[in-house]
């Protein structure tokens, strides 16, 4: 990461329109409500003109991080009355129409077993499956190393294999998890 | 690489942006730097700055902590070396970690915590102030890899420096070191089966990104907002967790470490340990508390005069083996970043 360039208004608007898209979908991801989505994605570029001096060349890993981070402070904020609801709550296998085209039993499974993993687990997994983040620019994101990332990674992908076989072997139990021994 | 093709393939069907159509954003970007320049950023009582000679300290600190990591034997090719005092970190990348020492007897915690809470000595830093809390953390135990059948287990120890402001920005500078492992078992298939490259110890360049906002609440010093911020509802192992927490994000004023130590006292569980030695070498006073329905116990090490968490760790209790450990190597208020 070198010395940032001019951090001007140009730049701001180039920064804006090739990530905003992404962000507004990292917020999709994670949020039962689009609106909600746009609205993270609308606060994360506050910041980041706020925060221009500090937003690397590679900008998007960091536009992540702040938005984890709002995320955070959000739903610690909300947790007596939670109106933004993430997407592990908001029981979104029930709703009609919107598994859709993936109205398939492995489809269905996978998303079902994603989500019984620990937060850790499934960030990781989302970031390099979904953000197709590297594992370098993961470990960015969730504040640890390269290798720590990539441990995680693997130890998430395994995990979800085992979610996986075990509905598919015992649908009516849940699979059981070893809790993350620590989150930094 | 990682698996990160294979995990794309594996989640992208899954994508609930995959079909999104994203609606342009409400506001232009001009629009938006109007908008981000109108609204006041929350700006956190800034502390007033004053030169500080704890982190003149931290080399040295560091030193004692690498040339002492105590507790900890390492094996050579022919055999065990029953030394007490490890390598220092890349020189063998081969530690066993041994559980930290202490008496078997022990009684309640309750009143020595008291008793430690009601003699507290000041820190350099209670005299201090800055913008940056610093954070010097080596810790091991996130994650653990465990091998397929689920024996064997290796983890890196992580060198890891903070700078944060109270609005939560600012520097992280991680270092990899090396590979730990819980027991000899682990050692063994693990140095069979870790890739050379990953194995190899303190070749790492630091990882260095900033930090990014985010709301870091006050530290609160009262006793209710306590019993909250630790978790004491959930009991000991929760509010061992927190403590770790705390002292690992925080720079805790000699007011509140008091107080956290009376918040101990009064959580069921803790048994008294007496003097310890900590992986960094540094004489502590030590609380367990031994949660068998998960198998597992949680260790906290005070610094004896002034009450700062020196060291948390965790461990099976059967078989009795190292979980994770946290080290804290030094704190400091300070204006610089590094």
């Known amino acids: ?184 | 690489m990682f698996g990160e093709q294979r995990t794309r393939a594996l989640l992208k069907p899954i994508d609930p942006a995959r079909h999104s159509t994203i609606a342009p954003p409400r506001l232009s970007a001009h629009d938006l730097i109007n908008r981000a320049e109108a609204i006041a950023e929350p700006v956190a009582p800034r502390r007033q700055a004053r030169p500080t000679r704890r982190l003149v300290l931290t080399a040295g600190t560091l030193a004692v902590a690498v040339g002492a990591v105590a507790i900890a034997q390492t094996f050579g090719p022919n055999g065990p070396d029953t030394s007490q005092i490890a390598s220092p970190p890349g020189a063998d990348p081969g530690v066993v970690l041994v559980p930290v020492a202490y008496g078997s007897g022990a009684g309640a915690a309750g009143s020595q915590l008291r008793a430690l809470a009601s003699r507290l000595a000041t820190t350099e830093y209670d005299n201090r102030t800055g913008r940056y809390m610093y954070h010097h953390t080596k810790t091991w135990g996130d994650p653990v890899m465990t091998s397929a059948d689920g024996r064997h287990h290796v983890a890196f120890a992580d060198d890891t420096k903070v700078w944060q402001a109270v609005d939560g920005t600012g520097q992280q500078v991680t270092v990899q070191l090396e590979p730990q492992y819980p027991d000899q078992e682990s050692r063994n298939y693990w140095q069979r089966n870790l890739k050379p490259k990953a194995a190899a110890s303190a070749t790492h360049a630091p990882d260095s990104f900033p930090l990014p906002p985010m709301d870091l609440a006050p530290l609160p010093s009262g006793r209710a907002q306590l019993n909250d911020l630790l978790k004491v509802r959930f009991g000991a192992g929760a509010v061992s967790n927190e403590v770790s927490m705390v002292y690992g994000r925080y720079v805790v004023p000699r007011q509140t470490r008091a107080e956290i130590l009376r918040v101990l006292a009064e959580v069921p569980g803790f048994l008294w340990r007496g003097e310890v030695t900590d992986r960094a070498g540094r004489k502590g006073v030590a609380i367990t508390f031994d949660d068998r329905d998960n198998n597992a116990q949680s260790l906290l090490i005070f610094d004896p005069n002034t009450g700062e968490l020196l060291a948390h760790e965790r461990l099976t209790l059967s078989p009795v083996r190292i979980s994770s450990y946290q080290v804290i190597l030094d704190t400091a208020w300070t204006d610089r970043l590094n």
Not at chain 1, 21 to 36: C, K, S
Not at chain 1, 49 to 54: D, M
Not at chain 1, 58 to 63: A, D, I, V
Not at chain 1, 86 to 106: E, H, I, R, Y
């Open chain 1, 1 to 184: 990461m070198g010395p940032p360039g001019k951090r001007d208004e140009d730049w701001f608007t180039r920064v804006y329109a090739a990530d905003y898209g992404q962000v507004q979908r990292y917020g999709q991801r994670r949020l039962a409500d689009i609106e909600a989505a746009a609205e993270l994605a609308q606060e994360v570029f506050v910041i980041a003109w706020r925060r221009r001096r500090e937003v690397p060349d590679r900008s998007l890993p960091w536009l992540y991080g702040v938005a984890r981070r709002l995320l955070a402070n959000e739903w610690r904020a909300r947790r007596g009355t939670p109106d933004v609801l993430p997407m592990t709550d908001a029981n979104l296998l029930q709703k009609p129409g919107v598994s859709g085209a993936d109205a398939t039993v492995g489809v269905a499974d996978l998303q079902a077993a994603l989500f019984t993993l620990a937060d850790l687990d499934q960030e990781i997994l989302r970031l390099v499956g979904w953000e197709e983040l590297t594992v370098s620019e993961a470990a960015q994101v969730l504040g640890c190393t390269r290798t720590t990332a990539a441990v995680r990674l693997h130890r998430a992908r395994r995990r979800l294999n085992d979610a996986m076989s075990y509905r598919s072997g015992s649908p009516a139990q849940q699979p059981v998890l070893a809790s993350p021994r620590k989150a930094m």
